[in-house]
T-cell receptor, first 113, second 112 residues
Framework: KAGVTQTPRYLIKTRGQQVTLSCSPI?????VSWYQQTPGQGLQFLFE???????NKGNFPGRFSGRQFSNSRSEMNVSTLELGDSALYLC????????????FGSGTRLTVV | GDSVTQMEGPVTLSEEAFLTINCTYT??????LFWYVQYPGEGLQLLLK?????DKGSNKGFEATYRKETTSFHLEKGSVQVSDSAVYFC???????????FGIGTKLQVIP
């Protein structure tokens, strides 16, 4: 059974650019969540999607957005990148709800220079 | 709001030592509780979970008991191995908010 796949694994972008990260959940998992992981702040919740609907959003500026497609695949977008956006972005899928337990991808390491 | 408190570490233990990583939480209602583990360069993996008071979650020799009276979910293992070296995250899920709140993570280093 394939795991959660995140692409790309590594990204280097310049301040002011935008970036799109992709996540393919485990087959049959309909809930997809995104987290930002940094050494200082730990894991910060970005948003959660289920059946193409955003059910919850964390305390991030509007530059951070996401969406989910009908096949449950999800993307997140960060516009007007800032140095502070450098982080590991983790996608996690679950059957119906985060309470079922997450399966995480290996993450996308974003570096903003 | 919901919060999880755990020691940051690092915790350094000799192989075969007993492990305890403390975790306490604040939440409304009756959350589900989890331990996740992150090995270097990887995403997190679900280690164990408990969904109601007095439940004991267990996996790979690790155990944790949901204690509602002390709002705690401490992780224990009787005999650690070098391969257990990783970062351990305590987490909670309060139904209805569709998000999991994580603790800061505790780094465990096991030396031979």
């Amino acid at each position: 059974k394939a795991g959660v796949t995140q692409t790309p694994r590594y990204l280097i972008k310049t301040r002011g650019q935008q970036v799109t990260l992709s996540c393919s959940p485990i087959s049959g998992h309909r809930s997809v969540s995104w987290y930002q992981q940094t050494p200082g702040q730990g894991l910060q919740f970005l948003f959660e999607y289920f059946s193409e609907t955003q059910r919850n959003k964390g305390n991030f500026p509007g530059r951070f957005s996401g969406r989910q497609f009908s096949n449950s695949r999800s993307e997140m977008n960060v516009s007007t990148l800032e140095l502070g956006d450098s982080a590991l972005y983790l996608c996690a899928s679950s059957l119906q709800s985060p309470g079922d337990g997450y399966t995480f991808g290996s993450g996308t390491r974003l570096t903003v220079v | 709001g919901d919060s999880v408190t755990q020691m940051e570490g690092p915790v350094t233990l000799s192989e075969e030592a007993f492990l305890t990583i403390n975790c306490t939480y604040t939440a409304t209602g009756y959350p589900s509780l989890f331990w996740y583990v992150q090995y270097p360069g990887e995403g997190l993996q679900l280690l164990l979970k408990a969904t109601k008071a007095d439940d004991k979650g267990s996996n790979k020799g690790f155990e944790a008991t949901y204690r509602k009276e002390t709002t705690s979910f401490h992780l224990e293992k009787g005999s650690v191995q070098v391969s257990d070296s990783a970062v351990y995250f305590c987490a909670l899920y309060s139904g209805g908010y569709q998000k999991v709140t994580f603790g800061i993570g505790t780094k465990l280093q096991v030396i031979p």
